[in-house]
């Protein structure tokens, strides 16, 4: 199986900050990288496939980057409504597989 | 507008067997592979299976071979997951979500394993 590794697992920063989350894979997945958002009592929200394509909708503040193993996911400046935990998956081979999460929380 | 809409959650026993649907309304289903996914409370995701756009092919997470089967009906639009011999480690909210990259999802059904 495909593990799935981000750091950190959780973070404080203010509105306004720059953030990155990284992903690693522990074999190369390609770009068969997606990026969601998990707000508390809700589904999981896409905001990036294919690694770093962004799906349509979403506020162009948020970035992917990266390609077999090593991915980040950027918000260039945090908002409030940006609070929430956030996931990778790779569905790059069976079982697909997440990342443990990272919860960003208001500094 | 796509929706998906999750029901047939509950309360059952350790070793029972438990039903849950999928309908969607807003997308044709048969253009999909669709997924069920589940998260224990407080936890992270995990993918528990999926199952190609005419049904002709599975695939499962090892805890769940042998005891759960996805399957699907294209002319209800509709999605299922039929769970036997559950155990507490089941205990989670169950999603569906399209395809293999999750683009869509639905709010989630509560299935809890419990004496």
């Known amino acids: 199986d495909i593990q799935m590794t981000q750091s950190p697992s959780s973070l404080s920063a203010s509105a306004g900050d720059r953030v990155t989350i990284t992903c690693r894979a522990s074999?190369?997945?390609?770009?068969?990288l997606v990026w969601f958002q998990q707000k508390p009592g809700k589904a999981p929200k896409s905001l990036i496939y294919s690694a770093s394509t962004l799906r349509s909708g979403v506020s162009s503040r948020f970035s992917g980057s990266g390609s077999g193993t090593d991915f980040t996911l950027t918000i260039s400046s945090l908002q409030p409504e940006d609070f929430a935990t956030y996931y990778c998956?790779?569905?790059?081979?069976?079982?697909?597989?997440f990342g443990g999460g990272t919860k960003v929380e208001i500094k | 507008e796509v929706e998906l809409v999750e029901s047939g959650g509950g309360l059952v026993q350790p070793g029972g067997s438990l039903s849950i649907s999928c309908v969607a309304s807003?997308?044709?289903?048969?253009?999909?592979?669709m997924s069920w996914v589940r998260q224990a409370p407080g936890k992270g995701l995990e993918w528990v299976a999926n199952?190609?756009?005419?049904?002709?092919?599975?695939y499962y997470v090892d805890s769940a071979k042998a005891r759960f089967t996805i399957s699907r009906d294209n002319t209800k639009n509709s999605l299922y997951l039929q769970m036997n011999s559950l155990r507490a480690e089941d205990t989670a909210f169950y999603f569906c979500a399209t395809g293999s990259n999750h683009l869509y999802w639905g709010r989630g059904t509560l299935v809890t394993v419990s004496s």
């Open positions: 998956q790779q569905y790059s081979n069976y079982p697909l597989t």
């Open positions: 807003g997308l044709v289903l048969s253009n999909y592979w």
């Open positions: 199952i190609k756009e005419d049904g002709s092919k599975q």
């Open positions: 074999q190369d997945i390609k770009n068969y």
